[in-house]
DNA sequence: CGCATATATCCTATTTTGGGTTATCCTAAG
DNA sequence: CTTAGGATAACCCAAAATAGGATATATGCG
């Protein structure tokens, strides 16, 4: 198990957050009121500068709408697709 | 956005890894060992003194031989429940 | 009891976080 | 080009969380 927040994985993690937002057309400020967070917050996870949690992720895809399985499903493709591209 | 580990969610999630591996034969040293951390580690998490981020919990479940989205159902099936079953 | 196995707790140096504030970066308008 | 406004990133640092080896506790067995 890595300890970085450097990997791949992560990387598309962070993107797919991100993604999540700007979909629903929301900016960082708009999340992190729902959140009821400040906007650095938000910020610093989308970085990677922040860990969040399973139960933080939950949170968050219910303020965009959603479902933390739908979410978690397109994270595995795009973690697998992000494999598949990656030459050995 | 709660703020504490000490919710119904946070108990449900713990519950359902420590399952996980009871449910796989395997004590936290030998899950612990296949992870490359130490067995405190193990128990840290199971017990919610520490955190666990979402690639993380990917890592544990794949050392478990479930994939993370097939946890992430059952997680929230059993979140549900436990909401369904608290008085109001 | 004595020993073995599993899990929890200790300890503290190191790392991470919180969040208001400030800086930077765009984009569009004048 | 200059100014304005909005979005996002970076600052700062006290306070909180973590790492992990060592140790304690708990449970089961002969």
Redesign the pocket.
Known sequence: MS?SIFTSEYAVFRDSLRELR?EKGL???QLSETLG?????V?KY??G???LDMIEVRAICQSLGTPLSVFVKKLETSISASKKGART
Chains 1, 2 share one sequence.
């Open positions: 300890k700007t900016t960082q400020s967070m400040p906007q650095s917050f910020s989308e970085i500068e922040r860990r």
